[in-house]
């Protein structure tokens, strides 16, 4: 419920998907939903799902830090519960594709944990301190810290070049 209250606009990416559960969540709502997610698998039960509850839902593999959109090209872009999967290049990489494909807004969610859960592979322990280290070191207009059950940020695409 917290993620899909912060989504913006008629447009949302999902990225790093996995079954896609928000994203189906997204597209009941009416939204027009894009997913990705690496593994091939995931996105084929993804696609799936969304022929069986009537889902318009385009899902493609794809990196996170290499996505298959175009800029622009979406109101609002999630990474929920992804970051923590990456190193702290790859996550800052994919912050910035994740502007990059933004008109509006990204929305990011990652867990507070004691330690890394590596049964979820999870590969470092996060903070809020590593949320606003990512977001000093990607071009947007503005940031919003939160917790609620994790770690929350949303970043405002920078789209002053245009």
């Not at 910035?96 to 509006?104: F, G, K, Q, T």
């Not at 280290?133 to 770690?151: L, P, Q, T």
Request: some cysteine; proline content about 3%; aromatic content about 6%.
């Amino acid at each position: 419920r917290r993620a899909r209250s912060l989504v913006v606009g008629d447009s949302v990416l999902e990225v790093g998907s996995c079954f896609g559960f928000f994203a189906l969540q997204c597209a009941g709502d009416g939204r027009q939903v894009h997913a990705c997610d690496i593994s091939p698998g995931a996105i084929s039960l993804l696609r799936s799902s969304a022929r069986r509850r009537g889902d318009a839902v385009t899902a493609v593999v794809g990196n996170a830090t290499n996505l298959p959109f175009e800029s622009a090209s979406v109101d609002t872009v999630t990474l929920i519960h992804l970051l923590e999967h990456l190193d702290d290049r790859a996550a800052r990489d994919a912050l910035s594709e994740a502007l990059r494909v933004a008109r509006r807004r990204v929305v990011v969610a990652v867990p507070y944990e004691d330690r890394p859960s590596e049964h979820f592979g999870h590969r470092q322990r996060l903070t809020e301190t590593h949320l606003r280290r990512w977001s000093d070191h990607v071009k947007h207009s503005g940031a919003d810290y939160f917790d609620d059950h994790g770690g929350w940020m949303i970043l405002t695409p920078d789209q002053s070049d245009e």
